[in-house]
């Protein structure tokens, strides 16, 4: 069993940056591939970031690339998502995931474990 949990989320204005961290229990971590997803109000879940066991492959969805960089610390059993030039549509709950494959998959059905979220707002 696997626990997460994010931090990080708050209130910025458009343009800034905030920088959110998962950190997960158990010492298989460093063997799954972790995700970032996000739900915005009356929307789906969707896919933003994600990264294999070792952190060297890397996948991001179109609306954050060149934005977000998604990262992992093995040793600390965390995984973080640095998000800049934030825009309002960034403005969702943030929601970390592990796959217990070490591969990155872009498909939520193939996240085993699920954080509660954290929420970020962006005001324009």
């Known amino acids: 069993q696997v626990q997460l949990v994010e931090s990080g989320g708050g209130l910025v204005q458009a343009g800034g940056s905030l920088r959110l961290s998962c950190a997960a229990s158990g010492r298989t971590f460093s063997s799954y591939a972790m995700g970032w997803f996000r739900q915005a109000p009356g929307k789906e879940r969707e896919f933003v970031a994600a990264i294999n066991w070792s952190g060297d492959s890397t996948d991001y969805a179109d609306s954050v690339k060149g934005r977000f960089t998604i990262s992992r610390d093995n040793a600390k059993n965390t995984v973080y998502l640095q998000m800049n030039i934030l825009k309002p549509e960034d403005t969702a709950v943030y929601y970390c995931?592990?796959?217990?494959?070490?591969?990155?998959?872009?498909?939520?059905?193939?996240?085993?474990?699920w954080g509660q979220g954290t929420r970020v707002t962006v005001s324009s």
């Open positions: 995931a592990a796959r217990t494959r070490g591969i990155i998959s872009t498909r939520i059905y193939e996240y085993t474990y």
